[in-house]
């Protein structure tokens, strides 16, 4: 199984379900790199250790903030501090889901949500690797990532397709709370 690492809080956003008016998705679903990929296939989303300043500060921007507390009291049980963002999982990974397709951004701008939109770089030249049926995972998995799709360790990918066999068959029902969408 591949996986991407991102900073966080950008792997939680992606854990992260909101209530939309066609039912449950992820904050985000779309991760922009500057390069693009060949792969299809399932993949991990990994949050990193790395947490620099201006990520930090995103976390406490409206709407990410209550998209983010909305996550962590899903993922702890509680509701979340005022200073939350050190709570989030870290050399971890957070969800597995299917990476679908990898386009320009410019051909994904006009098809995308407001908050989705403020969860990437759609600037030229950046292309969107779109994630499909997002798992969350209530029990983040430590990890050490890498730079650009990396393989997760054998024993771990195990895990990983088990728990996204079984949450399948459960019709993914109860994976994680959803948080009404303003705008999303």
């Known amino acids: 199984m591949k996986a991407i690492s991102l900073w966080p809080p950008y792997g ?65 049980g509680e509701i979340p501090p005022a200073v939350f963002h050190t709570l989030l999982p870290r050399r971890a990974i957070v969800a597995v889901g299917y990476l679908e397709d990898c386009r320009p951004t410019g051909y994904l701008l006009p098809r995308i949500s407001h908050l989705e939109r403020l969860c990437g770089n759609y600037g030229p030249g950046r292309f969107g690797f779109d994630v499909k049926g997002i798992i969350p995972l209530k029990e983040p998995i430590e990890c050490p990532g890498a730079q650009m799709l990396w393989e997760v360790p054998a024993g771990i990918a195990r895990q990983l397709e088990a728990l996204a066999q079984e949450r399948a068959r459960a019709g993914l029902a109860g994976i994680a709370g959803t948080v009404k969408s303003a705008r999303a």
């Open 12 to 76: 939680h956003l992606m854990a992260a379900m909101i209530q939309t008016p066609d039912g449950p998705r992820p904050a985000k679903g779309i991760e922009t790199r500057d390069w693009a990929t060949d792969y299809r296939g399932p993949i991990a989303i990994h949050a990193t250790v790395k947490f620099p300043q201006e990520c930090v500060d995103f976390c406490y921007e409206a709407p990410i903030e209550r998209v983010l507390r909305h996550y962590l009291k899903w993922l702890k």
